[in-house]
């Protein structure tokens, strides 16, 4: 079994107890590949937390778009904070020193 379908067949399995049993029988004599698959389930675990929080930027007021599944994103790209504006100071490519 490639680390792939294991990583596949153990998301499915949410009780940690069965989870555990299944790594037991598939990967009895792997216990590198458990230890990747698993590391793998953690991360994924997380990456789908970072969604859940509040934007550092915004507060805990504010929530950001993923927080309000019925906006659509034209609703909140008038509502994003940007810092303040910048003007340039010369084009890209020309000098603003005189003679150059």
Do not use: N, W, Y
């Amino acid at each position: 079994m490639t680390e792939r379908d294991l990583f596949l067949q153990a998301l499915d399995i949410k009780d940690p107890a069965e989870r555990a049993a299944f790594f037991d029988r598939a990967c009895a004599d792997a216990p590198e590949l458990r230890a990747q698959v698993e590391q793998l389930l953690k991360f994924h675990e997380r990456a789908g937390q970072f969604l859940d929080q509040p934007h550092p930027v915004t507060g805990a007021d504010e929530r950001t778009a993923a927080h309000s599944p019925a906006s659509s994103a034209a609703e909140t790209a008038g509502k994003v904070r940007t810092g303040p504006r910048v003007r340039a100071s010369r084009t890209v490519g020309h000098s603003t020193r005189k003679g150059e």
